[in-house]
Nanobody, 123 residues
Framework: VQLQASGGGLVQAGGSLRLSCAASGGTFGNYRMGWFRQAPGKEREFVAAISQFGSTFFEDSVKGRFTISRDSAKKILYLQMNTLKPEDTAVYYC??????????????????WGQGTQVTVSS
């Protein structure tokens, strides 16, 4: 499966952005999907994920602010980011994997990655 992320940009603190990740070349419903981010000088970190059955899991720092969803008909993964903070500034990546997982298992083992999209939150 090929993934292409989009929707990043520059936003003021407190604002919102919606990231999209378009999938092609595979059966979208067979993959659990995730969002990760990497800030300058830091390691890539997990943000949110959604299983093949729609169960979700979020990193603590984004709980209550971010929502993850998937549109199987359009083969698109979304990340709705509200109440953005400067510390959310990073390159955001989408990822996919065919293995089933729930809860903490949704954080790891992703074989397919898209290119990143930059999110910058100004204070």
């Amino acid at each position: 499966v090929q993934l292409q992320a989009s929707g990043g940009g520059l936003v003021q603190a407190g604002g919102s952005l919606r990231l999209s990740c378009a999938a092609s070349g595979g059966t979208f419903g067979n993959y659990r999907m995730g969002w990760f981010r990497q800030a300058p000088g830091k390691e890539r970190e997990f943000v949110a994920a959604i299983s093949q059955f729609g169960s979700t899991f979020f990193e603590d720092s984004v709980k209550g602010r971010f929502t993850i969803s998937r549109d199987s008909a359009k083969k698109i993964l979304y990340l709705q980011m509200n109440t953005l903070k400067p510390e959310d500034t990073a390159v955001y990546y989408c990822a996919a994997d065919p293995r089933y997982a729930v809860g903490l298992g949704l954080k790891t083992w992703y074989d397919y990655w898209g290119q990143g999209t930059q999110v910058t939150v100004s204070s």
